[in-house]
């Protein structure tokens, strides 16, 4: 994400509790790149990495790996075992 300096100086309070939350930030003066907000956390080689472009970090948090769409019950068929049924027919 990129923002201004002046954005940057008007909503500092809400672009430091996005950094709070993982995103990155890159400031810009007049269009050109000044300065990076990263997260506290972020470890060095990760920081190094990406000011020397050689990766570019994620544009929102990771939100953790995806939950489940439906519970397994007990009892109930796996999905595995449904598609060997159906393609037994």
Partial sequence: ????????????????????RGETMLVTDRGQ????????DMPEPLVRAIREGRIIPPSRPWAGPP?????YRRG????????????RK
């Fill in 1 to 20: 994400m990129r923002v201004g300096v002046r954005d940057l100086r008007n909503g500092l309070s809400s672009y430091l509790r996005r950094a709070r």
């Fill in 76 to 87: 109930s068929k796996l999905l595995s075992e449904i598609v060997i049924e159906q393609r």
């Fill in 33 to 40: 790149a000044v300065a990076r907000i990263v997260p506290p």
């Fill in 67 to 71: 939950r489940a769409v439906l519970p």
